[in-house]
């Protein structure tokens, strides 16, 4: 896991926390799982501003979230 930035080593603790999967387990699948999931999220969000700048709302990001945990 050292090789992973402090934010995609956020995200794959927090994505393993709901499951009480065992910390030093070998991630298997779900590395992809959660990349997926997020490209999914930040292309159904992303506006294009001009030029090269893309752009995500966050609000958006976060009701997607919302929706999914309540279910």
């Not at 292309?43 to 919302?66: F, G, P, R």
Request: with cysteine; net charge negative; charged share 25%.
């Amino acid at each position: 896991m050292s090789e992973l930035s402090p934010a995609a080593q956020a995200v794959f603790w927090e994505f393993n926390s709901k499951f009480d999967w065992i910390k030093d387990s070998v991630p298997g699948p779900q590395y992809k799982a959660i990349a997926a999931a997020l490209r999914a999220a930040v292309a159904h969000t992303q506006q294009h501003h001009n030029h090269d700048v893309w752009k995500c709302d966050a609000d958006e990001l976060l009701a997607i979230a919302d929706e999914l945990e309540a279910q």
